[in-house]
């Protein structure tokens, strides 16, 4: 056993404790996160506005405080933007911008704090310390690297203040014994060319001990899914007469396929993150059965919930965000239900509100979660709010579709009379299937699903950049043999919606691939 290895397991016995009262009291654990948050900020701008210094229970604050969103918030962002030491949101500086993705519209810049960051690691380490006690066996994560999925910490400057993107900038201001594990460094991040950027990390694949995979789940699994089809010759001419030589040929069959379980054998830990997983758990499970698989959710504005227990989903971690949840009913009411963590209801769904030490007081993130359970609370099916399909981390929405939709229709001049962009995964392979009925006979598929792909990266970026770097395999075009929406109609009633975007596979047995 390293020394690493005995360092953090008794470092994680220590904190058995501290994981049991979050798992336990998360009522108690969470209304003492949030009079400690108010306390913190009652000096702030945005404190004095709304009174913090005269809360005393959650239920003032709730009457307090309003609901906020982006659109609210950034009034108070801009201000921040212009004086990040100014305690507008927080009594903190700010020390860095988190750069969001931009799937529902312009990328964000959001603050980050030095409170809120060691919030956010204090979050990870006891996700990951439960994950250790829970199996002996899982320390040996601490023997080799854990290989990080990463993006670059610095793409701009706000002021004196970096803007960066959160696996980059997040692992900067980790636990110091953690960080020293992560692999790559700031070097492979940086790499902008995605096919540059796989393939370093291949290179790195070969020549360490890998026994951690972590990153957005489906971006790890395009570079499990490279090495495995694509990159067997390559990286054995690039090793040829090193030590490394023997370890790739022993891994590659004839066909030039790398077998990653025998390539990986003390691989520990596989992390599932950045989007709805449970699509692909069986694939990984077969890849890579010699993984445990250790579900985390996280956004832009926190770390939210750990897997604490063994089983589907994560627990909220109520020591770093006091939690609040609006009913799946009422998401698009003026003046909502808001309910604390202690009302929440199993087999219910609810948009997360989240006040934590970022600066964000009753803030909707924008996702929706379902739990399964009240003892422990446990939050599975995690996605956004609206009609979203999430399958590598591109977040479409209606509008998404519609947009990219009618530009095809124009640019292919094709007359379009039924449609629905089906999301599917197939042997944990992602891709889009637009199931169409046309008035023309005409259309020539290939230009169609072109100009949607064009249009469709013209405005998310995310789903540029999943199809670039195999994280979602190339959309394809299914011609309608019978109206689906007709079938709709019948089925309900006259004012029925067609579906644009949806995951309902049945949609395509009603087609034939053009």
């Known amino acids: 056993m390293s020394i690493m290895r005995k360092l953090v397991s008794v470092m994680a016995k220590r904190k058995a404790s501290e994981i049991e009262r979050v798992l336990n009291h998360p009522i108690e654990v969470s209304e003492e996160k949030l009079m400690s948050i108010l306390s913190r900020h009652q000096d ?35 201000k921040v933007h212009q004086n990040p030491d100014g305690a507008i949101l927080t009594k903190d500086p700010v020390i860095w911008y988190l750069q969001s993705s931009g799937s529902s519209g312009k990328q964000k810049r959001l603050p980050v704090t030095a409170a809120g960051s060691k ?6 380490m006891l996700t990951w310390f439960a994950w250790m006690n829970s199996d002996p066996r899982n320390t040996k994560l601490f023997d080799g690297a854990i290989v990080t999925m990463g993006a670059p910490a610095v793409v701009d400057h706000i002021g004196e203040v970096p803007v960066g993107y959160a696996t980059g900038a997040m692992i900067r201001r980790l636990n110091p014994i953690f960080k020293r594990l992560m692999k790559p460094g700031e070097d492979v991040f940086n790499i902008m060319d995605i ?60 066909t030039g396929r790398l077998d990653v379980e025998s390539l990986w054998p003390n691989l520990t830990m596989f992390t599932l993150m950045g989007i709805d997983c449970n699509p692909y758990k069986e694939w990984i499970s077969k890849t890579l059965p010699q993984a445990s698989m250790l ?14 227990i063994e089983g589907a989903g994560v627990q909220p971690l109520a020591h770093v965000n006091y939690f609040e949840f609006i009913p799946e009913n009422e998401i698009e009411s003026e003046d909502p239900t808001v309910i604390p963590l202690s009302e929440v209801k199993s087999g219910s769904r609810y948009e997360i509100l989240i006040t934590n030490n970022f600066g964000y007081y009753r803030y909707r993130i924008g996702d929706m979660v379902t739990f399964s359970s009240t003892d422990p609370y446990t939050m599975v099916q995690i996605g956004r709010k609206g009609r979203i399909v999430n399958l590598a981390g591109e977040k479409l929405s209606d509008k998404h579709i519609t947009t990219a939709i009618s530009e095809a ?79 709709k109609v019948k089925a309900t009633h006259v004012q029925a919606k067609p579906d644009p975007l949806t995951t309902n596979v049945d949609v395509l047995a009603a087609c034939e691939v053009m």
Not at 204 to 226: D, E, F, K, M, W
Not at 295 to 308: K, R, T
Request: aromatic letters at 10%; a negative charge; hydrophobic letters at 35%.
């Open 44 to 78: 702030t701008v945005y404190g004095r506005r709304h009174r913090f210094d005269l809360i005393r229970n959650p239920e003032q604050f709730s009457e307090r405080v309003p609901l906020c969103d982006y659109e609210n918030l950034a009034p108070y962002l801009e």
């Open 119 to 124: 919030d956010l690691s204090a979050g990870t």
């Open 195 to 254: 096919e540059a950027k796989m393939r370093a990390y291949a290179k790195l694949l070969v020549t360490a001990n890998v026994t951690g995979l972590q990153g957005i789940t489906t971006l790890t699994l395009s570079l499990v899914r490279r090495m495995q089809n694509e990159y067997g010759p390559w990286l054995l001419d690039e090793f040829r007469g090193t030590k490394y030589e023997a370890r790739v040929r022993d891994a590659l069959d004839d």
């Open 295 to 308: 579900e985390m959710y996280g956004a832009s504005e926190g770390y939210l919930g750990g897997q604490i």
């Open 409 to 487: 229709c124009r640019r292919t001049s094709a007359e379009l009379t039924d449609y629905s962009v089906v999301g599917v995964v197939e042997d944990g392979l992602p891709y889009y299937a637009i199931a169409a009925m046309f008035q023309n006979e005409d259309v020539n598929p290939v230009e169609f699903v072109h100009a949607f792909e064009d249009a469709m990266g013209a405005i998310n970026y995310e789903f540029t950049h999943s199809r670039e770097t195999g994280g979602l395999a190339p959309t394809i075009l299914a011609r309608m043999t019978k109206s689906i929406f007709e079938d």
